[in-house]
């Protein structure tokens, strides 16, 4: 099978890329939202797949270097892409998927080496453990505990993690719960924000409970 049925049968949209014609012209031809893509050169060799939240503004970053700009490491993309491939998605978990399967496809002898690359975070709790705590990771699956997720990025897994511990008032300072019950108590128990198992108000099995 060659490169350009491959990448044909993968994605599910293409734009034809010609230099002469004008970048913006191109780019304006892409939408403005979250897919997987491929960068593909001459008969579809495959040079860059990537998923961005904004496809169209990710392209631009690619190809509108700035005029007069000095020896810069990046690849000079004008003149060796021809071709956008991509498919629509609307989750970071959808996104993940989509990329898997095209990186297995397109790469099949060093498509786990590309996914090294793109681990998902997680958001991962131990609600047994002596001082449960929320914490966004890439590691879940060799944690006891449960696992959240997968998220596309850290800031989104933190996002739940803050969450969480607004909704259920936990310890915000985990360096202060791990000396419970002899802690000192936080302003967050002041305000009525914290049951304050670092100093006993509470029990760590009780607060356990509230994880």
């Not at 892409?30 to 998923?51: H, I, K, M, N, T």
């Not at 002899?182 to 100093?199: E, F, I, L, Q, V």
Request: hydrophobic residues 45%; glycine residues 6%; aromatic residues 10%.
């Amino acid at each position: 099978m060659s490169a350009m049925t491959a990448a044909a049968d993968i994605f599910d949209h293409a734009a034809d890329y010609d230099p002469a014609a004008g970048d913006e012209a191109f780019v304006g031809r892409l939408p403005a939202r979250w897919a997987v893509f491929l960068l593909a050169g001459e008969s579809d060799v495959p040079l860059q797949l990537l998923c961005a939240r904004d496809l169209r503004s990710a392209v631009r970053r690619r190809l509108c270097i700035a005029p007069g700009a000095g020896p810069s490491r990046r690849a000079d993309y004008r003149a060796i892409l021809r071709r956008v491939r991509w498919t629509p998605c609307d989750s970071a978990f959808e996104a993940d998927l989509l990329y898997l399967e095209a990186a297995r496809r397109l790469f099949p002898n060093g498509y786990a080496e590309l996914l090294s690359l793109r681990q998902p975070w997680f958001v991962h709790v131990d609600p047994d453990a002596r001082f449960p705590q929320y914490v966004c990771t890439k590691d879940a699956a060799r944690r006891a505990g449960v696992a959240i997720g997968p998220f596309d990025d850290r800031r989104s897994a933190q996002r739940l993690v803050d969450l969480l511990t607004d909704v259920f008032d936990l310890c915000r300072h985990y360096h202060i719960l791990v000396q419970a019950p002899h802690g000192r108590a936080c302003a967050y128990k002041d305000m009525g924000r914290c049951a304050a198992p670092c100093d006993g108000s509470t029990s760590m099995a009780a607060y356990r409970e509230a994880v």
